[in-house]
């Protein structure tokens, strides 16, 4: 259960969208829209202002045309001042056209030029021989001693300049789009990376904390990120809490495995003096080895998980190695003189190292159990620690060594050596080695030595 | 009156069918190919220059100039747009009006100043004053009026010299002569009065410069109202007796004009032409050119030059030329 943890958190997390890329698009394509509407925003308002700037002038010609106008003895004159269409100049050199007319009939002008404005002014974009003109029509009415008549004039206007102003103002006006888009985007991305700031530093404090820190993430957060961070702290509450129920639930299960088996171990051991036909001796025998093999499997596997747990939430003390393994090795001699092997410390006074003194003893324990096994009788077990370049604890044997092709696979689980029938083991022992080699952050080195005998050097 | 009209009427429908031309030569008839035909309203003697300099560079070109009057340069290109690539004017206001009504062809690529071009189709290539030529020999002893106001005095002074002998445009049938006579109105009362004391005097009305040099020259008239200067220069350099006058209280500044007709059927040769010609007409470098150079208006002696605008049309306007042709008439034409 425990040794999931790290694993979840592995690099490779499935990676649906990215909140900044999100973030920053939307706040880009606002930004686009807001542009677009801008530049459409100016033009429209430039037309309309360039559009009523025409046509104030135009009107102000037909007015200034019709103000010279005057009746005489019944006779209609109009005198076009010079100023009616000297005022119609345009940087563009636009095309005056225009027409007088008394009651509907042509007095002078262009004739192609009709008269609109039959309820007084009318101001209307027109397709005048081929040119868009503006055209403003305006009648006045002049009452002689016998009767009324109306003049009515027509003006137009070709609307080069205007277009030209137009293009100006639209290539303005996209610059002034363009260059706010530009602004918006920088500012998108500033907001984009300002706004993920606070998950950043989560992240970063998440994962910078020891790997026993399940505590509840207290500093204040974003509003937005609070059911985030809630979420989390209970997750990590559930964790916590269920982690302390498995490290209860191991100690629970070697305690109940463990003495019922020493129990049934003791009652077998005693039947055997009392049993005194050969084959039931045997197979009394035969039930022992069975209950110890047990015993050391159920214990072994419980190692195992007991590592696997401890090697997650390591915690490091400062220890004396050689007091450790002397401590180790005073336990193990009893074992040791039942088999007529000899264990012997070697090496340097003092090996301090900061590491899990209960792992490490495992370990060390498992190497000498397994040098024991396969050590034959009279022999010595040496057990070699230095502190030259790094910390080493090597042990060696004087059996069999290890089978060659197998030395890569024998730390893998439940891995037996092919010489190790017979004897008692689950294929656990190394592998409790090595876990707890890498859980220092050292590993192990399996060796045949050539005199005979197997070594095998734990490097912290 | 009426017959009046009809006489002229008929007279301008005989001279449309005949095709008749003051004026006609070919340049450079050996070339192929139909030539590139230019109306214009200048003598052919001051424009033959740029016709021959254009073709010495372009061989395979030819050209036909046809020489009428300002009014008949208006009225051809009207009836036969198709018929010439090129219309040449002195007369800015039917120029322009042509050129609003659409009868002109955009040139690309030509820089010219915005004030001596309009819609980049009709294009000033010459700056010529209007002046008053006098014959010294009229004014003896006195001294030689500077100003219309002062040739005014003058006349009135000594009525007894000047009757008969005094000569201005017919506006009625010139269209340089209509253009200088609207621009003179416009800019002072001054110029009626003097049209009442020449008209006082029996005026003489011609078509046009060239003739009422000739008159100068040979002593039927002794003072010309409102001379092309350019074609007045050509002559005085050879006649002493003769003076060139511009008015100092309003001068008045005319730019010859030339466009392109939309119905050319030789647009890039016409182009062509028209960049040699204002090209020509504003280096100042030229040696001596036969057609007076178009001047910047901010240098020299700071004539009014007549602004090409819109405004030119005012006096084309059927209603206001009646009203002005009337007023002229009542001023000048007094028997």
């Known amino acids: 259960m425990a040794s999931g943890i790290d694993s979840i958190m592995v690099d490779s997390q499935a990676i649906s969208s990215s909140l900044r890329a999100r973030l920053a698009l939307t706040l880009i394509s606002g930004a686009a829209v807001l542009a677009l509407l801008l530049y459409f925003a100016v033009r429209n308002y430039a037309v309309q202002v360039a559009q009523e700037g025409q046509d104030s002038i135009l009107t102000a010609s037909v007015t200034s045309i019709l103000d010279a106008a005057s009746i005489r003895n019944d006779v209609v004159e109009v005198d076009i001042p010079y100023a009616a269409f000297s005022m119609l100049s345009t940087p563009a050199d636009d095309r005056v056209f ?3 007319y008394q009651d509907g009939a042509l007095l002078s002008g262009y004739q192609d030029l009709e008269f609109y404005g039959e309820t007084g002014k009318a101001i209307q974009s027109n397709l005048l021989r081929g040119a868009t003109v503006r055209q403003v029509s305006a009648s006045r009415i002049f009452i002689g001693t016998d009767r009324r008549t109306e003049i009515q004039i027509v003006l137009a206007q070709t609307q080069d300049a205007m277009a030209e102003t137009l293009d100006r103002i639209s290539r303005n006006a996209a610059l002034i789009g363009g260059g706010f888009f530009v602004l918006a985007v920088a500012l998108s991305f500033w907001a984009t990376s300002v706004a993920m700031g606070p998950l950043n530093k989560l992240t970063s404090s998440i994962t910078r904390r020891g790997p026993q820190d399940l505590s509840p993430f207290k500093k204040p957060v974003p509003q937005e990120m609070a059911p985030l961070v809630n979420s989390l702290n209970s997750l990590m509450g559930r964790l916590d809490h269920s982690l ?136 010595t077990i040496e057990i070699t620690l230095t502190a030259a370049l790094k910390v080493q604890i090597s042990v060696r044997d004087h059996g069999p060594g290890f089978p060659d092709p197998e030395i890569k696979t024998l730390t893998t689980r439940f891995q037996r050596g092919k010489n190790a029938e017979g004897s008692i083991g689950s294929g656990l022992g190394l592998t409790i080695v090595q876990d707890v080699a890498a859980a220092h952050g050292g590993e192990i080195e399996l060796a045949n030595l050539s005199e005979g005998g197997a070594c095998v050097t734990i490097s912290l | 009156m009426r017959y009046y009209f009809a006489l002229i009427l008929i007279v301008l429908g005989h001279a449309t069918l005949a095709q008749e031309w003051e004026d006609r030569r070919s340049f450079n008839e050996a070339a192929e190919g139909r030539p590139l035909r230019i109306i214009s309203s200048t003598d052919t003697d001051l424009f033959a220059q740029i016709i021959e300099t254009f073709v010495a560079q372009n061989p395979t070109v030819s050209i036909e100039y046809l020489v009428t009057g300002t009014t008949a340069v208006d009225k051809r290109m009207r009836a036969r747009p198709a018929a010439f690539d090129i219309a040449i004017s002195s007369a800015m206001d039917l120029q322009l009006k042509l050129v609003n009504d659409g009868f002109a062809l955009p040139l690309k690529g030509v820089s010219h100043p915005p004030w001596a071009q309009w819609r980049h189709s009709l294009y000033a290539f010459t700056s010529e004053p209007a002046a008053i030529v006098v014959n ?82 040979n002593g039927k008239i002794v003072m010309a109202y409102n001379v092309l200067s350019s074609y007045a220069a050509a002559r005085v350099e050879s006649q002493d007796a003769l003076e060139i006058i511009y008015p100092s209280d309003f001068p008045t500044t005319m730019m010859r ?43 020299g002696i700071g004539r009014a030059t007549i602004a090409l605008e819109p405004a030119l049309m005012t006096f084309l306007d059927s209603l206001k030329r009646a009203r002005f042709l009337s007023e002229w008439e009542d001023a000048l034409i007094q028997n």
Not at chain 1, 311 to 337: K, S, T, W
Request: net charge negative.
């Open chain 1, 98 to 100: 225009y027409a007088i």
């Open chain 2, 136 to 217: 010294r020999s009229a004014f003896a002893d006195l001294p030689i009026p500077q100003s219309r106001q002062e040739l005014i005095e003058a006349l009135r002074a000594r009525p007894g010299v000047f009757r008969g002998k005094v000569g201005t445009y017919d506006v009625r049938a010139s269209g340089l002569g209509y253009l200088f006579a609207t621009q003179d109105a416009r800019a002072s009362e001054t110029f009626w009065r003097l049209m009442e004391v020449m008209g006082a005097l029996d005026a003489r009305l011609y078509c046009c410069s060239g003739e009422m040099i000739d008159d100068l020259t």
């Open chain 2, 257 to 299: 004009t030339a466009f392109v007709s939309k119905d050319t059927q030789a647009p890039d040769i016409a182009g062509n032409f028209m960049r040699h010609l204002i090209a020509l007409q504003s280096s100042s470098a030229d040696g001596k050119p036969s057609l007076p150079a178009l001047k910047l208006r901010e240098t």
């Open chain 1, 244 to 379: 302390s129920q498995s490290e209860d639930f191991i100690a629970e299960a070697a305690h109940r495995v463990r003495t019922p088996l020493a129990t049934v171990r003791s009652y077998a051991e005693a039947t055997l003096q009392r049993v005194d036909k050969e084959e039931n001796r045997e197979a009394m025998r035969s039930m022992i080895r069975a209950i110890d093999e047990s015993s050391r499997a159920a214990g072994q596997l419980l190692d195992h998980a007991m590592i696997t747990f401890r090697a997650d939430h390591l915690e490091r003390q400062e220890i004396d190695l050689v007091d450790l393994v002397q401590d180790l090795v005073l336990r193990m001699n009893p074992i040791a003189d039942m088999k007529d092997l000899s264990l012997v410390v070697h090496g340097d006074p003092v090996v301090a190292y900061a590491g899990d003194p209960i792992l490490l003893q495992n370990a060390i324990r498992n190497l000498i159990d397994n040098a024991m096994r396969y050590g034959p009788p009279d022999s």
